[in-house]
């Protein structure tokens, strides 16, 4: 297969969970944004050279693999693994830049404020993980948190999810009377067995128990 067969069969799954593009770099501390949501979800690839509406624009290689390592490497922490090819296609040039899943969640990146943030692809978007995604990343490496109680605390979230809509975090800790810190505790457990589900609703993460979803 050809570069440009190649290159145009990606084009064609157009931007998704694990594919986004972009026309050039010319600001590492925000890629480092798709950098971080790539490798906190399932992994991805960054097409650079083409442009949002799939048409080639084409770069100058050496450059932007400069400012993606930079990205992965200097604006993540810690820093993401990437690796690089270049295509060439009409005489231009396209670098794939591929992030892989991490077993080093949560990765995040420096934001222009100077905060580190971590970051989840939903879809083709990038956002900002919830307190509830940093909990579940923290009981994946601890052996307490391979576990769930069904105590008082727990019962009452999942009643409240069950009486309503999916809520938000702190719908669900108002309505439950539960504190907020343990409220994520609670969810990230439950959602980690399967007991509860999140979603993204209006640029916010919600919250409904699974089961009586079924």
Not at 23 to 35: E, Q
Not at 175 to 203: C, M, N, Y
């Amino acid at each position: 297969m050809s570069d440009k067969a190649f290159l145009l069969r990606l084009i064609h799954e157009g931007e998704h969970q694990q594919q986004d593009f972009k026309c050039k770099i010319t600001d590492a501390c925000k890629l480092a944004k798709s950098v971080s949501a790539f490798a906190n979800t399932d992994g991805g690839r960054l097409l650079i050279g083409v442009r949002d509406d799939g048409n080639l624009s084409g770069v100058r290689s050496e450059e932007e693999i400069f400012m993606m390592r930079s990205a992965a490497e200097d604006y993540c922490r810690p820093a993401a693994a990437i690796s690089f090819e270049t295509f060439q296609a009409e005489g231009r040039s396209i670098v794939i830049a591929t992030v892989p899943r991490s077993d080093k969640k949560p990765i995040r990146a420096l934001g222009d404020d100077g905060r580190w943030r971590a970051y989840i692809r939903v879809e083709d978007e990038n956002i900002v993980a919830s307190p509830v995604h940093l909990r579940i990343w923290r009981d994946e490496l601890s052996p307490r948190g391979q576990l769930v109680n069904i105590g008082d605390d727990e019962a009452q979230v999942m009643r409240v999810m069950a009486e309503a809509p999916p809520l938000t975090l702190n719908q669900v800790a108002r309505r439950s009377k539960v504190p907020r810190h343990r409220t994520v505790v609670i969810l990230a457990r439950l959602v980690r067995f399967g007991l509860a589900e999140w979603q993204l609703q209006d640029h916010q993460f919600v919250f409904s128990g699974e089961a009586e979803n079924k």
